[in-house]
């Protein structure tokens, strides 16, 4: 990352932004597009973003890439970004050892930590940088997703008809993919959409690559409405939903880096994947968010013996399994989380 990128990623960290509070984002999201050459964009009632940059010829389809506007982290007057080195902390089951890397970290202006939002300015970064750099693609970013996804359940239908396949970065730390998300099945296994894109994702981030189910994010609801393939990946947050988090500089620019190479890759198709839509009733209603989740309650299933706590998914066959060391595990994040919100 150079300077100038650096310092365009802290000004977009250090922007307060809280669910249904991110007209502050959208303003300075839409501030920064005004000065990008050949961008167009709109915003929705729900204050989604839609920018386009380029003109495909007819037949060609655009690389979409998404994020979320809003943070978890109380609205702030003022988040100062701080550089530090930092070690990972254990992260969806990886662990790292004791290396440290240039993150940044937000505080208030007495010194108090105050969360950064990497999750998802990060992915707001990312999907910016990809305008400026790329000649083709489309970027949609939308409002309230730590809600349940308000903003994307509401996507506009008219800014998908040429996108060719959907990428979101939104996943802590720097080794992880969705492939299920809210049972919504993103991609087809091993067709050629992941396959092309998954090796350069694991080269980019330097690790192997986790193929797991996230609780939710945009990309979920974009897939319901779209006939093209999506997916969410890491983009270096740490410690989300906690006054702690931070960023890895490098992963950012590692996943940044793994996008332009995907696009390369993937080109100017469509990734056409229906799969998921059979699983659900065609005529599903956004405004009916509750029973699309309560189907997914159905099909969740815990089972506790002596030594093993497992939770499993039968709409998807997931499961997790946790012995008794990683269900205190567990319990002490869970708590830990729940302290720093309440
Ligand atoms: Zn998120």
Not at 55 to 72: N, Q, R
Not at 90 to 116: A, C, R
Not at 285 to 302: A, G, K, Q, R
Request: proline share 3%; with cysteine; net charge negative.
């Amino acid at each position: 990352m150079n300077a100038t990128q650096l310092q365009d990623f802290k000004d977009l960290l250090s922007v307060p932004s809280k669910t249904y509070k991110e007209e502050g984002m959208v303003k300075y999201i839409t501030s920064v597009l005004d000065n990008i050459e050949g961008v167009s964009y709109y915003l929705d009632h729900k204050m989604n973003v839609y920018a386009t940059k380029g003109k495909l010829p007819e037949g060609k389809y655009y690389p979409m890439f998404i994020a979320h506007t809003d943070t978890v982290h109380e609205l702030q007057d003022k988040i100062v970004v701080k550089e530090e080195y930092l070690r990972k902390p254990n992260t969806f089951g990886k662990s790292y050892d004791d290396t440290e890397y240039l993150s940044l970290k937000g505080y208030l202006e007495d010194g108090t930590p105050t969360g950064i939002g990497g999750d998802d300015k990060v992915g707001i970064f990312i999907a910016i940088e990809l305008l400026k750099t790329l000649n083709y693609c489309k970027v949609g970013l939308f409002v309230s997703e730590e809600t349940g996804c308000i903003g994307s359940s509401q996507c506009d239908l008219s800014f998908l008809e040429d996108v060719g396949y959907a990428i979101q970065f939104d996943c802590p730390g720097d080794h992880l993919i969705t492939e299920y998300c809210s049972g919504v099945q993103l991609y087809q296994k091993n067709g050629e959409f992941i396959n092309k894109i998954l090796p350069i994702f694991s080269k980019a981030m330097g690790c192997d690559i986790d193929q797991q189910s996230h609780p939710y994010t945009d990309v979920s609801q974009i897939k319901l409405k779209g006939d093209f393939s999506c997916i969410n990946f890491s983009c270096g947050y740490y410690n989300m939903h906690t006054s702690k988090e931070f960023v890895v500089v490098q992963d950012v620019e590692n996943a940044f880096n793994s996008a332009l190479n995907m696009v390369n890759e993937l080109g100017f198709e469509l990734y056409e994947f229906l799969g998921p839509n059979d699983t659900y009733e065609n005529d599903y209603d956004d405004d009916d968010l509750y029973t699309f989740n309560s189907t997914i309650w159905d099909n969740i299933e815990m089972e506790y013996t002596n030594d093993e706590f497992t939770i499993e998914d039968h709409r998807t066959d997931n499961f997790i399994s946790l012995d008794y060391e990683q269900t205190v595990e567990l319990y002490l994040f869970l708590k830990e989380q729940l302290n720093d919100k309440y």
